[in-house]
């Protein structure tokens, strides 16, 4: 399947260089509006935009409806262009007239579909994909790799007018997660905050930034691991008051503990713990498998496999026995207190 990189899509929008379709999909939610709207806005001559473009909902659209806008002639001789979110593209590909419609797009519009929840797989409709690939592109955006996530941010910090060095993007990165767009979000209070021409520090981060809830429950895991108890008892308290939902709490602590798991495995094949990132995706956030490491370094196997057990039987407790909620994830965190 010919995917359109980044680096085509950018030269295509700055060139105006327009295909006659794009099909925005992917798992980056940020990098798939922006370039859903700068496809759009560079499409388009402002002097007629009101006129030249279109924007559906792809839930309450129909297939005539798209047709109808895309075969409108442009104001001003220029281009139309048409954008349509969450269409159900995938349910599309059995339709013959559809297919025609893709294949058949006029010279003088772009059609967009911005896929922002809904899911699409192309693979799984060779005749769509054709259809898709006779009048323009996929565009993939998916969640970047940590190395590429980190330059992002360092490139974002100098844009503000400040600086941030590699072990502080780090440090951001674990605190409020690798979702690109909070990661940016966090990034203008840090910069607003620090002052411009000032380097953002750690002290920074723990000053202005959210933790997410992975970062707070790998603190209770990191307060276990250590044996005190009553760190991480206090901290399961500041969630439960803060009103995170014990399944997504627990939740979170499975997901730090199956890292640990995975990161363990790595390390007594004589391998770093991100080399699982190549085994299961982990997109932007191979820092789960580092930080997991130094823990695993120090948890026999047999001792991880136990912590595994009793989340397990946590989480069954949870969703089946009617028990109070912190009664079973206090009575999981005592259990994962005792060293098997």
Partial sequence: MPVLEEAEVKRQIKEKDFARLYVVCGDEEYLKQYYAAQL???????????????????????????????????????????????????????????????????????????????????????????????????????????????????????????????????????????????????????????????????????????????????????????????????LLDELLRQKTAPPLLLGSLIANYVDIYRASAALRAKKRPEAMAQVFDYGGKTFRLQNAGRLAAKMPAAQILHCLALLDAADRKLKGSGLDPRFVLEECLAGLLVKT
């Fill in 40 to 234: 759009c806005e560079r499409a388009v001559e402002e002097a007629f935009r009101d006129f030249n473009f279109h924007r559906f909902e792809g839930k309450d659209t129909t297939p005539e409806e798209i047709a109808q806008a895309m075969e409108a002639f442009p104001l001003g001789g220029g281009r139309s262009c048409t954008m349509v979110r969450d269409f159900a593209l995938e349910g599309m590909g059995g339709d013959a007239a559809f297919l025609a419609f893709l294949q058949g797009l006029p010279p003088h519009g772009v059609l967009v579909f911005w896929m922002d929840t809904a899911a699409f797989h192309p693979k799984k409709n060779k005749a769509l994909l054709e259809a898709i690939n006779a009048a323009g592109h996929v565009v993939q955006l998916n969640r970047p790799e940590a190395a590429q996530l980190a330059r992002l941010v360092a490139a974002g910090a100098k844009k503000r007018g400040c600086a941030i060095g590699s072990g502080t993007v780090n440090y951001l990165i674990e605190t409020v997660g690798g979702e690109l767009n909070t990661l940016l979000n966090e990034l203008e209070k840090l910069c607003a905050y620090a002052g411009e021409g000032q380097t953002v520090t750690n002290a920074h981060v723990d000053a202005v930034c959210v933790k997410s809830l992975d970062a707070r429950s790998f603190d209770m895991v990191k307060a276990v691991a250590a044996g005190d108890g009553g760190r991480a008892l206090r």
